[in-house]
C-alpha cells in the first residue's frame, strides 16, 4: 500500500495567518491527491482534488499544489470556521486508496 | 442535491456482526463507486472497500477480506456494509462516500453523516 505522511501533525495559528500543510506519498502518485477538512463529530469535506482543482463551493483562501511525492495545501488567510483536522488521500491505488495521518490546525 | 443519510448508531457484542445501511438520493446511484470507510475514536480515516452498484462487484482492504461485505439495493438506492466477528477495536464511526472521478482521478465528493458502531461486552 502506498503510505502517506503529512506535518505538521498540529499547528497553533491565527486568524488571518498563512497556513501550509505538506503531504508526503511513499512512492509517486502523480497529481492523484486530494485534501479534506473535518470539524469534531462531521464527516469530511472535500476541499481540492486532483492536487490543486479547488471544488465547488469550497472558499479560494484554500489552495493545492504538488505532483509526484510531495504536496501542499495552503490556506492564505485562516478565518474562524477553518480550525479543524485536514486530511490528505491518496488515489493512485485506486481502489486502494490512503489517506494521511491528519493534521489538526487550532487556535493560538 | 446529493445525499447519503446513514443508519443510527448500534452497540454490538464481540464476535457479533453488524450492518449499516447508506441510502442515496438526489443522483445517479447506480453509476458511482460507494466506498465505506471508518475512523476509530481519535484517530484517522482508512478505507475498508467499495462497490460500483451497477456492476454489484466490490473491492475490499487487505485487512479486511474475509470479515466485511458490502452489498447495494438498487430498488432503494441503498449501499450496505457488513462486519463480523467484532471486537472493540471495531469500535469507529463508519461512513459512506461516494466516489467521483475527474481527469482520471477518483475523490469522496459526498458523505454520509457516519454511524457510530461501538463494540462492547
Known sequence: DIQMTQSPSSLSASVGDRVTITCRASQSI???????????????????????????????????????????????????EDFATYYCQQSYSTPRITFGPGTKVDIK | QVQLVQSGAEVKKPGSSVKVSCKSSGGTFSSYVISWVRQAPGQGIEWMGGIIPVFGTANYAQKFQGRVTITTDGSTDTAYMELSSLTSEDTAVYYCAREAVTRGVNYFDYWGQGTLVTVSS
Open chain 1, 30 to 80: 502523480n497529481s492523484y491527491l486530494n485534501w479534506y477538512q473535518q470539524k469534531p463529530g462531521k464527516a469530511p469535506k472535500l476541499l481540492i482534488f486532483a492536487a490543486s482543482s479547488l471544488q465547488s463551493g469550497v472558499p479560494s483562501r484554500f489552495s493545492g499544489s504538488g505532483s509526484g511525492t510531495d504536496f501542499t495545501l495552503t490556506i492564505s488567510s485562516l478565518q474562524p
